[in-house]
């Protein structure tokens, strides 16, 4: 194996070649410190590189190793990054704001806290649009994140950083968070598995909730198996959580198997639009019309149907801008798209009745999912924008091409329920596309299984030139 093959090799195999002693986690943070120093400048995937602190840990896991431990946690040696809206102890967390270079995080997140219970070698902070509220990572004052497949192009947002690294080969696996589809739109834009697990699965912990439920901890990964390796980590209740979910009754991986339906025949619906906000374009629906035949192939039962998204985006909207206020920046120091927001700013009142009225939508989209066991829609709307291609519209019309993108995404995230990105090729200018799955509340495993028979039909496993040094 080359070394762009191993920095390419699932996290899983990575794993399993560190168990046998054929790698070392000091062979592996080696392999991607030097990749991210030339492939990265162009790439703008991490805001902050932590290379001392990535071989200190690597080296004494690597010594660890020579002393043929019996037992070793799962991803022992494995490189790994962490979206920079997540705090690392003793680490910068700047949330996409250079007012914020100087921020130290004090604490780890008990997110970051599992992950390196699991043996995985932090290599850096992913980049973010700025507070996380776009679906593109272009932060005033911080490098710009291209996409691997066309650097004309965005890598997505806001989990845009996390997505162009793991797609590059410049760490196998990421720690992402999906508050609208921040996870699985940018991994719909680079060709990669993106998985928002139900509300309550990961914590937020040792902070709150600060947006009604909507946000979620999530994956960013090459495979579906990895994605739900990863899962099996960060998953599980920490005391005083507002939302919660019981242990699965078995491992989360165990279902990320094409097999791992064992015959059964799944219920699915499909839609290639989102009304009222309107239709994929032609490359995505045919990604959604692809994937029902192979699926119906399997044995499924798919059928053309869609549930009634209306009266979701005026309260969503409402909830999602709350967000830029709760940081407690100074608007001087914002972006104007964001200082926009915060001049936009509802009444509690408002807020409140949003949040009703999100919930009561919720439960009309929930009460689908008694007919199905999963909806087959798009991921977004269209293919990757190009870099900078909204920055001289006004806000408002940016507003509203955003909602038009990704439109498909928000229901989960007012719902709650589990949903997953998987890529099935490249559009018809070669840009990634893929489709997304949609579980009932609390249902990973289904999901899981299903994209793993998707993942099993396409064979995806194709990585940009950009990546190949």
């Keep these: 194996m080359n070394t762009t093959d191993l920095a390419f090799a699932s996290a899983l195999t990575q794993a399993q070649l560190i168990r046998s ?71 910068r967390c700047t949330y996409g704001s250079p007012a914020l270079l100087d921020n130290v995080s004090a604490y780890d997140d008990a ?29 005033v ?55 928002k697990p139900a509300r309550g699965r990961v914590s937020f912990a040792p902070v709150g909730d600060h947006q009604s439920g909507i946000g979620v901890n999530g994956v960013l990964a090459r495979t579906v ?21 019981p242990d699965p009754e078995r491992p989360f991986l165990q279902n990320a198997q094409p097999n791992a339906t064992s015959g ?54 409402v909830i999602w801008r709350a967000g830029v206020a709760t940081a407690g920046l100074p608007a001087e120091v914002l972006s104007p798209f964001n200082r926009w927001l915060l001049s936009q700013q509802d009444s509690s009142g408002t807020y409140l009745k949003a949040v009703w009225a999100m919930q009561m939508v919720a439960r009309r989209l929930v009460s689908f999912f008694e007919q199905y066991d999963a909806l087959l829609l798009p991921v977004y709307l269209h293919p990757a924008i190009q870099v900078n291609e909204w920055g001289e519209l006004p806000p408002e019309e940016t507003l509203q091409r955003i909602i038009h993108w990704i439109a498909p995404c928000p229901p989960a995230n007012a ?31 289904t999901i899981l299984a299903l994209a793993a028979q998707i993942e099993a039909t396409y064979g995806w496993r194709q990585r940009p030139d950009f990546a190949e040094v």
Excluded at 53 to 72: C, H, I, R
Excluded at 125 to 137: A, H, M, Q, R
Excluded at 165 to 184: F, H, K, M, T, Y
Excluded at 266 to 275: C, D, K, L, N, S
């Design 111 to 139: 997110v970051v806290a599992r992950i390196k219970q699991a043996g995985f070698v932090i290599l850096g902070k992913t980049s973010v649009s700025e507070l996380g509220s776009l679906p593109y990572t272009e932060p």
């Design 141 to 195: 004052g911080l490098p710009v994140v291209r996409n691997p497949w066309n650097l004309d192009h965005t890598a997505g947002g806001s989990s845009g950083g996390a997505a162009a690294a793991v797609a590059a080969g410049l760490c196998p696996i990421a720690q992402g968070s999906d508050g609208g589809g921040s996870v699985r739109g940018p991994a719909f834009c680079c060709g990669l598995v993106g998985l």
């Design 264 to 317: 059964r025949t799944y219920r699915i619906a499909y839609t290639t639009e989102v009304p009222p906000i309107g239709k994929a374009d032609p490359d995505c629906q045919q990604a959604v019309l692809d994937t029902a035949r192979h699926l119906e192939q399997l044995g499924h039962q798919l059928e053309a149907n869609c549930p009634d998204f209306s009266g979701l985006e005026e309260p969503f909207v």
């Design 415 to 445: 719902t709650g329920q589990p949903a997953i990105a998987i890529p099935t090729g490249l559009s018809s200018t070669g840009l990634p596309v893929g489709v997304q799955l949609i579980g009932r509340p609390a249902d990973e495993a």
């Design 21 to 91: 002693r054929e790698i070392s986690p000091l062979d592996l943070v080696s392999l991607y410190l030097d990749r991210i120093q030339q492939l990265d400048s162009q790439l703008g995937s991490y805001v902050t590189v932590i290379a001392d602190q990535a071989l200190a840990d690597a080296k004494a896991k690597t010594e660890q190793l020579a002393g043929a431990p019996s037992d070793l946690p799962a991803f022992f040696g494995v490189p790994i990054a962490i979206k920079d809206l997540t705090a690392v102890q003793g680490v």
């Design 225 to 245: 198996a990895d994605a739900a390796a990863l899962l099996d980590v960060m998953a599980g209740y920490v005391v005083g959580d507002p939302y919660w979910l």
